[in-house]
């Protein structure tokens, strides 16, 4: 039975059009590679769609489970954000026995809050910024916070990615606004110590039993090349540790004190930014990642 791929892409949050643009190209890699596809769409307004058929994505995924052979069947979550993040794909995947390349449901979950996972992170001696929780409107509560964590800090929704409703706070007024205004949107919201260095992402896949890395640095810093190499090495250790089976993007402070890890993300696109810029640069293919992802036995080096 030849391999069937269903492409899970768009969204309701505000990077439903990243993940359109993302799941598209792999739409265009599968028709290339001559591998059936499917696209499953989620549209934002919440309707999800099957080659532009409406579905009810538990009934999809029942039949998909009855029809298709699980060994020639695959998902593959374009995903991004705060969408895939939610760990709704992995979660099926998981109950229906269907094949998924990707994370699963456990690895997304930890990833995505983020306040677990610096917990998780600090049990491996990993630096992180002093954080804590607000999950109600109580003065009470927000000053307690003021006074724990201090100011300046960042105000960030528990469990979303991107910059968007991030920000930072310089005075008790800023920091109750902030939190209530997440907190009225349904948020639970993580309050964090501001770290002062340099961002950095670092993004990891493994291809060809082999570990590649991509470095991004941000405001065009210079970072000496011992730093990277280091930064790199502490990158790999945390990706062994948390035993993702899928590419992951680590984001980092670097300070004089050492590197500070902030979060992780499970599903970055592939389709954007730096990380487009690995694979357009061919240190390693995405037309040959994908194919070794979907028939790792047939998968030819392009």
């Not at 794909?89 to 979950?109: M, Q, Y």
């Not at 600090?122 to 804590?132: D, E, G």
């Not at 340099?198 to 970072?223: A, K």
Request: proline share 4%; aromatic share 10%; glycine share 4%.
């Amino acid at each position: 039975m030849s391999k069937i791929v269903c492409v899970v892409r768009g969204g309701t949050s505000q990077e439903s059009e990243k993940s359109a643009i993302y799941g598209k190209k792999i739409l265009n890699i599968l028709f290339d590679l001559e591998i059936k596809s499917h696209d499953l769409y989620l549209h934002p307004n919440g309707i999800w769609t099957l080659d532009n058929s409406p579905i009810n994505l538990q009934i999809l995924f029942e039949d998909f489970k009855t029809k298709n052979n699980s060994e020639n069947f695959f998902i593959w979550n374009c995903l991004v954000g705060v969408d895939g993040e939610m760990g709704i794909i992995e979660e099926l995947c998981e109950k229906n026995n269907i094949k998924n390349p990707g994370h699963n449901f456990i690895s997304t979950k930890l990833a995505s809050d983020k306040k677990n996972f610096l917990k998780f992170a600090k049990t491996h001696n990993f630096k992180t910024p002093y954080s804590q929780l607000v999950q109600s409107p109580n003065k009470k509560e927000i000053l307690k916070v003021f006074g724990t964590v201090g100011i300046p800090a960042i105000v960030k929704p528990l469990n979303n990615s991107g910059v968007k409703n991030v920000q930072v706070v310089n005075n008790f007024t800023e920091l109750e606004t902030a939190i209530l205004k997440l907190l009225e949107n349904g948020e639970k919201v993580l309050i964090e110590k501001l770290i002062k260095g340099v961002p950095v992402s670092v993004f990891v896949l493994e291809h060809d039993n082999l570990f590649h890395t991509n470095i991004h640095v941000y405001d065009n810093v210079e970072i000496p090349k011992t730093d990277l190499i280091n930064l790199r090495n502490e990158t790999l250790y945390l990706h062994e540790v948390l035993s993702p089976v899928h590419h992951t993007e680590y984001d980092f402070i670097l300070t004089s004190k050492g590197n500070y890890i902030i979060e992780a993300n499970t599903h970055p696109s592939l389709a954007h930014g730096y990380i487009n810029d690995f694979f357009r640069d061919n240190i390693v293919s995405l037309k040959d990642y994908v194919e070794k992802k979907v028939r790792p036995h047939q998968a030819s080096t392009y």
